[in-house]
Nanobody, 123 residues
Framework: VQLQASGGGVVQAGGSLRLSCAAS????????MGWFRQAPGKAREFVGY????????SYLDAVKGRFTISRDNAKNTLYLQMNSLKPEDTAVYYC?????????????????WGQGTQVTVSS
């Protein structure tokens, strides 16, 4: 599956953004999907996970209650709605896919990656 993330930008603290990840190639609905982020000088970190049907999600504690991951299997698209953004959310955000549901908090479990989209939150 090929993934392409979009929707990043510059927003003031407290604002919102919605990221999208368009999938093409193999059947999108057979992949669990995730979002990761990487700030300058830091390791890539898990942000959110959603299973194939969308019935199960999981989040990084720091974004719980502010971010919502969702997917539309009919449109082959993954979303990340980000509300109440903080300067510490500034990073390049990546979408990822895997055919399993294993160790989804580890970047090494994911076989497919989008190119990343920059999110900058100003204070």
């Amino acid at each position: 599956v090929q993934l392409q993330a979009s929707g990043g930008g510059v927003v003031q603290a407290g604002g919102s953004l919605r990221l999208s990840c368009a999938a093409s190639g193999h059947s999108f609905r057979s992949y669990s999907m995730g979002w990761f982020r990487q700030a300058p000088g830091k390791a890539r970190e898990f942000v959110g996970y959603i299973n194939q049907s969308g019935s199960s999600t999981s989040y990084l504690d720091a974004v719980k209650g502010r971010f919502t991951i969702s997917r539309d299997n009919a449109k082959n698209t993954l979303y990340l709605q980000m509300n109440s953004l903080k300067p510490e959310d500034t990073a390049v955000y990546y979408c990822a896919g895997q055919s399993n549901n294993f160790q989804f908090r580890s970047q090494y479990a994911w076989g497919y990656w989008g190119q990343g989209t920059q999110v900058t939150v100003s204070s």
